[in-house]
Structures are given as C-alpha cells and as structure tokens.
C-alpha cells in the first residue's frame, strides 16, 4: 500500500498557502495537474495492484528472459488485425500470426516501446506545468505576503491592525504607478501556462505515435457505436495484448525465431490516465484561453477594472473603486485587487476608502498636477 501512501502525500500540496496571489485558474495547472500526473505515475509502479509490467506466453523455459528481452526492446501489433474477428481470425486485436516477415508485411507492424517512460514522462510533464509557478514566485518575492501580514482582526490586537492599514495606505501612495512589473510578470506567467498546455497537447501526441490529439473524439464517438461496428481506440493506441519476436541460437547453431505472447496489464491504466489527461488539458486549455482573453480585456477597457473590484468585493462602494482606479495605474490596481482576497472585507473597506482620500489629497497638492501624475490613464 505505499504506493497509496505516497499519493495520500500530495494531498497536502492541494492546500491553498496562508497568502493567496494568483487565480484559481492558475493554482489549477500548478496544483491539481502536478498532482494528477505525479499521482498517476506513482500508480503506475504500484506492482501490488499490476503485477509485472509484462508477462509473455512463450515455448521457451526461460520465460524471465524473453519478458525482459520484450519489455526493454518493444512489442508490436499489426494494423491489419485490429479489424479482424477475434476468437476466430485473430487471437486479440491486432495480434496474429505474421504472414511471413518480409519488408513490406513488417511495414505493417506498430512497435510499441513508449510504456517503460510513460512513469518518467508523466512527472517531466508535472515539472512543466510547475515551471510557471516557480517563475512566479521568484518574480513576485513575497510582497503580496508582506502587504497583508497584520491585517486580520481575529489575529492581532486592533492597534496593530490600525497600524499596518497606515502602512499599506502611506506604502500604495508613495508608490503609485510603480506596480506596472508586478501585474505584467505574474499575467506573463497566466500565458506561459496556456503556452504549456497546449504545447503538451502536442508534445504527448508526439510521445504516442501521433495519436493523442485525437484521442478523445475517437473514445466518445467509440462509446456512441453499435457493437457490432466499433474497434476501442484504447485498445489500438494502448493494447493489452501485443507480440513480440526473440532469437536465439538452436543446440545446432541455427538460428532460431520464437513468437511470444506479450501481456500487458500496466495498459489497463494507462488507457485511463491518457484520457483523463486528454479531457483535463482540453478542460484547462479552454479555461486559460479565456482567463487569458479577460486580461487582454482588463487592459484595454480600463472601465472593467471598477466592476471586476466592486464585484470580487462588494464591501466597498462602487464610487470609491472608481475614484481610485481612475487615478491609478493597472498594476496598483491588481495590487489592490488581489489583496481583498486576503484580509477581512470590512479592514479592506476602510482601506480603500482613507486610500481614495489620500489619493484625492496628493492629487491636490501635487504640483505636477497639471501634468496628471494621478489623471486617469488607460494603463
């Protein structure tokens, strides 16, 4: 059971940190994914539940040396036989015996070798999906943390959370449009997961013979067919029972071939985890591509970004938002934004109101005034 062991683990790594600084969406690829692939590939060398990841029917005594020869060379199905009856034709889909072993009968053959890196393949792509959030997480420093520490009422004695509303007020106003970076590395980061998820689309299409793309189509058209009339795209892209050829010298010294029999019981999951990675990508793709779509949004309809604060908190009135986005840049905007996700919306209101105040304030007495250094701008 250490294998159930070690997935209960990542459970822990689900759990959302004390500070939260990026979308749900975003903490869905570096969170969720990580742990739908890493718990996958743990699963897969769980031989308590799978037994060997091969097991071959052969005429020969020394069957641990034909699995191994199997298994580290490759198995192969023949195209021809995946629509042939089985129990009559054809032992199982796409297993036969071959009719003779020339040039263009072995053409026909589909080697399968992919299944001893499925395990390594699976976690290099969970370090992919991870690569956005460490990017992020060195490029964002803590700040985040550092703004919203102190501000909860149930935490720390009223004077002190008085205090560090001060700070966090006098902090936004001497820094005032000085926030563009923060917002744009961590948006930079939004895109690099999109990037990544399609580009694995590709990548696992790569890895399974040009077969993933259109993996999932294949199996929900497959469940919608009549019995008689459908071939499982499972069992051609992953099947459970393959051939697989070995020689070897007679007592003679001729040279002798032998057909093995090739199980593949590991297959049995890895049909199943190919598909959930197929749906969860296409699921997450989608997700991304319009979370990237808002922010493209954000920044060029500068009007959306009053509605968007006043919406993900409506403790504070909707004049106040305005007020003081229309006097601030996009970065010190998303700083504001993100951080009513992190304190106590009554603590977070009155910043926002004495913030609209000193804003108003400077605004007033700066002589740059006429320059509009806190006028509305697009960005």
Same mark, same amino acid.
């Given at each position: 059971?250490?294998?159930i062991?070690?997935?209960?683990?990542?459970?822990?790594?689900?759990?959302?940190?004390?500070?939260?600084?990026?979308?749900?969406?975003?903490?869905?690829?570096?969170?969720? #994914?990580?742990?739908?692939?890493i718990?996958?590939?743990i699963?897969?060398?769980?031989?308590?539940?799978?037994?060997?990841?091969?097991?071959?029917?052969?005429?020969?005594?020394?069957?641990?040396?034909?699995?191994? !020869?199997?298994?580290?060379?490759?198995?192969?199905?023949?195209?021809?036989?995946?629509?042939?009856?089985?129990?009559?034709?054809?032992?199982?889909?796409?297993?036969?015996?071959?009719?003779?072993?020339?040039?263009?009968?072995?053409?026909?053959?589909?080697?399968?070798?992919?299944?001893?890196?499925?395990?390594?393949?699976?976690?290099?792509?969970?370090?992919?999906?991870?690569?956005?959030?460490?990017?992020?997480?060195?490029?964002?420093?803590?700040?985040?943390?550092?703004?919203?520490?102190?501000?909860n009422?149930?935490?720390?004695?009223?004077?002190?959370?008085?205090?560090? @509303?001060?700070?966090?007020?006098?902090?936004?106003?001497?820094?005032?449009?000085?926030?563009n970076?923060?917002?744009?590395?961590?948006?930079?980061?939004?895109?690099?997961s999109?990037?990544?998820?399609?580009?694995?689309?590709?990548?696992?299409?790569?890895?399974?013979?040009?077969?993933?793309?259109?993996?999932?189509p294949?199996?929900?058209?497959?469940?919608? &067919?009549?019995?008689?009339?459908?071939?499982?795209?499972?069992?051609?892209?992953?099947?459970?029972?393959?051939?697989?050829?070995?020689? @070897?010298?007679?007592?003679?010294?001729?040279?002798?071939?032998?057909?093995?029999?090739?199980?593949?019981?590991?297959?049995?999951?890895?049909?199943?985890?190919?598909?959930t990675?197929?749906?969860w !990508?296409?699921?997450?793709? #989608?997700?991304?591509?319009?979370?990237?779509?808002?922010?493209?949004?954000?920044?060029?309809?500068?009007?959306?970004?009053?509605?968007a &604060?006043?919406?993900?908190?409506?403790?504070?009135?909707?004049?106040?938002?305005?007020?003081?986005?229309?006097?601030?840049?996009?970065?010190?905007?998303?700083?504001?934004?993100?951080?009513?996700?992190?304190?106590?919306?009554?603590?977070?209101?009155?910043? &926002?109101?004495?913030?609209?105040?000193?804003?108003?304030?400077?605004?007033?007495?700066?002589?740059?005034?006429?320059?509009?250094?806190y006028?509305?701008?697009?960005?």
């Amino acid at each position: 059971m250490s294998a159930i062991k070690y997935i209960g683990g990542l459970k822990a790594y689900l759990a959302a940190g004390e500070c939260v600084n990026e979308s749900s969406i975003f903490r869905l690829h570096y969170q969720f #994914t990580v742990v739908l692939l890493i718990g996958a590939s743990i699963l897969l060398t769980a031989a308590e539940f799978f037994g060997l990841p091969i097991n071959c029917i052969t005429n020969l005594d020394q069957k641990n040396v034909i699995n191994t !020869y199997c298994w580290i060379h490759s198995t192969f199905t023949i195209q021809d036989y995946y629509l042939r009856e089985r129990g009559s034709q054809v032992a199982e889909p796409g297993v036969g015996s071959p009719q003779g072993y020339d040039e263009e009968i072995e053409a026909k053959w589909r080697f399968h070798n992919y299944y001893q890196w499925v395990v390594f393949f699976l976690f290099f792509q969970a370090f992919l999906c991870y690569i956005p959030k460490f990017i992020w997480n060195t490029c964002e420093g803590g700040l985040m943390a550092t703004i919203a520490k102190g501000l909860n009422p149930g935490l720390h004695r009223e004077e002190e959370v008085t205090s560090r @509303k001060k700070v966090i007020i006098d902090y936004i106003v001497k820094h005032i449009r000085m926030h563009n970076g923060y917002v744009f590395k961590y948006w930079f980061c939004e895109l690099l997961s999109f990037v990544n998820i399609i580009g694995q689309l590709f990548l696992v299409d790569k890895f399974l013979g040009g077969e993933f793309l259109t993996y999932g189509p294949r199996v929900v058209e497959y469940s919608e &067919m009549d019995q008689e009339e459908r071939v499982d795209p499972m069992i051609y892209v992953f099947p459970r029972m393959t051939k697989c050829t070995f020689h @070897k010298f007679g007592p003679s010294g001729t040279l002798e071939r032998h057909d093995a029999f090739c199980l593949l019981p590991l297959n049995i999951l890895n049909e199943k985890v190919f598909i959930t990675v197929w749906f969860w !990508y296409v699921i997450l793709g #989608t997700l991304l591509g319009a979370l990237i779509l808002y922010r493209i949004a954000l920044f060029t309809l500068p009007g959306l970004r009053p509605r968007a &604060m006043h919406k993900h908190n409506k403790a504070v009135p909707i004049e106040t938002v305005e007020a003081i986005t229309n006097k601030t840049s996009i970065g010190d905007w998303w700083i504001l934004y993100v951080l009513s996700t992190n304190i106590d919306p009554l603590v977070y209101r009155d910043i &926002m109101t004495r913030l609209s105040k000193e804003i108003e304030t400077a605004n007033s007495n700066s002589p740059y005034n006429s320059a509009g250094l806190y006028s509305s701008s697009s960005v």
